[in-house]
């Protein structure tokens, strides 16, 4: 494998695993809600804020009459689109 190659990879498995941590941190955050999670937890807090900032775009997208079911498409479709969005970028990398 050439240089350019492994740096291609590289990069593309970086850009893999970043999307994939977003989405976790963004589905911890879900999971915590939907367990009541002691919001006065420190760690609690920053999953919440983090996943706040991360899916600022998606959050109360949607208006449904339930609080749980607003956190879980708002957040869910966050968590979504970054997924496709960084392994699709991701693919897109390693074919060049």
Do not use: C
């Not at 609080?67 to 990398?93: D, I, K, N, P, T």
């Amino acid at each position: 494998m050439t240089t350019r190659a492994s740096n291609t990879t590289t990069a593309a498995r970086i850009i893999a695993v970043v999307a994939d941590v977003i989405a976790f941190v963004i589905g911890l955050w879900i999971l915590m809600y939907l367990l009541e999670a002691n919001r006065a937890n420190e760690l609690v807090e920053f999953v919440r804020e983090s996943a706040r900032w991360l899916a600022g775009w998606s959050h109360d997208l949607f208006t449904f009459e339930e609080e749980w079911a607003r956190v879980v498409s708002g957040y869910g479709l966050a968590a979504v689109v970054y997924l496709f969005a960084g392994h699709a970028a991701a693919g897109a990398l390693r074919r060049r």
